[in-house]
């Protein structure tokens, strides 16, 4: 199979996670299990997850001249991900993710910092890498003018264009009509379909774009009728990171030409494969480990 490019353009943040077997009310002070810092963003999440099947990343986005900036850069890189136009901007910080982990689930407080100064100035400044790119994957923790001009340059060049819509935001009708696939969760979804008064034929082009994460209930391709991706059953330690990659493998299958069901299956089955290991990118599976598992469960790769 073809090794085709990946452009992804999106967040890159320094995730600060706090374990805890105490949820605190508020006001209310409790001592936590464990501390880290670990390497997050949803635009770097995704561009790790489709690195570590083996696909050609390109990552656009920005950090802070700070520690954090450098640190999130270089081990970036060592992913195998192509980080010459991750940019340090020197007015403000590396954004930032507070992760609170509890009884296997998690809540996240994010502060875009550099993830802000991803314009669409500069975006227009690297057309030429779009241009070149087979698929372009989107998320929406840097401003929506930029992911909106984006998906404009991306279509004019004929890229599949996959727009993860979190956190999620209202969205213009224009957007969502230029975009190949939208890839929700539940409640994003819903937010989706409920922010305008749709007609039936706008609601239901937009239905068919739609991939939905269920988290343990699997996945939905809704198109015409929805079908059902069950999920897999996995000893859970961390869901951070298990949206991302989904959304990474997703597109490195859309990338060497599997069919959208097929690709979500795969997608589900690395997605699972993530939540058995602590940390957004730490769980994040190679192909080797994806192939075995799915083996291991009677399903074969194609």
Same mark, same amino acid.
């Given at each position: 199979?073809?090794?085709?490019?990946?452009?992804?353009?999106?967040?890159?943040?320094?995730?600060?996670?706090?374990?805890?077997?105490?949820?605190?009310?508020?006001? &209310? =002070?409790?001592? +936590?299990? #464990?501390?880290? $810092?670990?390497?997050? *963003?949803?635009?770097?999440?995704?561009? !790790?997850?489709? %690195?570590?099947?083996?696909?050609?990343?390109?990552?656009?986005?920005?950090?802070?001249?700070?520690?954090?900036?450098?640190?999130?850069?270089?081990?970036?890189?060592?992913?195998?991900?192509?980080?010459?136009?991750?940019?340090?901007?020197? &007015? =403000?910080?590396? +954004?930032? #993710?507070?992760? $609170?982990?509890?009884? *296997?689930?998690?809540?996240?407080?994010? !502060?875009?910092? %550099?993830?802000?100064?991803?314009?669409?100035?500069?975006?227009?400044?690297?057309?030429?890498?779009?241009?070149?790119?087979?698929?372009?994957?989107?998320?929406?923790?840097?401003?929506?003018?930029?992911?909106?001009?984006?998906?404009?340059?991306?279509?004019?060049?004929?890229?599949?264009?996959?727009?993860?819509?979190?956190?999620?935001?209202?969205?213009?009708?224009?957007?969502?009509?230029?975009?190949?696939?939208?890839?929700?969760?539940?409640?994003?979804?819903?937010?989706?379909?409920?922010?305008?008064?749709?007609?039936?034929?706008?609601?239901?082009?937009?239905?068919?774009?739609?991939?939905?994460?269920?988290?343990?209930?699997?996945?939905?391709?809704?198109?015409?009728?929805?079908?059902?991706?069950?999920?897999?059953?996995?000893?859970?330690?961390?869901?951070?990171?298990?949206?991302?990659?989904?959304?990474?493998?997703?597109?490195?299958?859309?990338?060497?030409?599997?069919?959208?069901?097929?690709?979500?299956?795969?997608?589900?089955?690395?997605?699972?494969?993530?939540?058995?290991?602590?940390?957004?990118?730490?769980?994040?599976?190679?192909?080797?480990?994806?192939?075995?598992?799915?083996?291991?469960?009677?399903?074969?790769?194609?």
């Amino acid at each position: 199979m073809t090794k085709k490019k990946i452009t992804v353009i999106g967040s890159i943040n320094m995730d600060i996670v706090t374990s805890t077997n105490i949820l605190p009310k508020m006001g &209310e =002070t409790v001592l +936590g299990k #464990a501390f880290h $810092t670990i390497p997050g *963003g949803k635009g770097a999440n995704q561009a !790790v997850a489709a %690195a570590r099947l083996g696909a050609d990343v390109t990552l656009i986005g920005c950090v802070g001249d700070d520690l954090f900036g450098k640190e999130l850069k270089q081990h970036l890189k060592q992913q195998g991900i192509n980080v010459e136009n991750v940019e340090p901007v020197t &007015e =403000t910080s590396t +954004g930032t #993710a507070s992760i $609170t982990l509890y009884d *296997g689930d998690n809540n996240i407080i994010v !502060v875009p910092g %550099a993830n802000y100064h991803v314009t669409p100035k500069y975006i227009e400044g690297l057309e030429k890498i779009i241009a070149e790119s087979d698929v372009v994957l989107l998320q929406l923790e840097i401003p929506l003018e930029t992911v909106e001009r984006t998906v404009e340059i991306a279509r004019r060049h004929k890229a599949t264009i996959i727009l993860n819509p979190a956190p999620i935001q209202p969205l213009s009708k224009e957007l969502l009509s230029k975009v190949d696939y939208i890839t929700p969760n539940e409640h994003e979804q819903e937010m989706l379909l409920t922010s305008f008064e749709w007609a039936d034929e706008e609601r239901k082009e937009i239905i068919k774009k739609c991939i939905v994460t269920k988290g343990s209930k699997g996945v939905s391709i809704l198109k015409e009728d929805e079908f059902k991706i069950p999920s897999f059953n996995v000893d859970v330690v961390d869901t951070t990171g298990a949206g991302d990659t989904f959304n990474g493998a997703l597109a490195y299958c859309l990338s060497i030409g599997y069919e959208l069901e097929e690709a979500c299956r795969f997608a589900n089955a690395t997605a699972a494969l993530s939540v058995t290991k602590f940390g957004a990118q730490g769980g994040m599976p190679t192909l080797q480990e994806v192939e075995e598992f799915l083996q291991q469960r009677g399903e074969k790769r194609k």
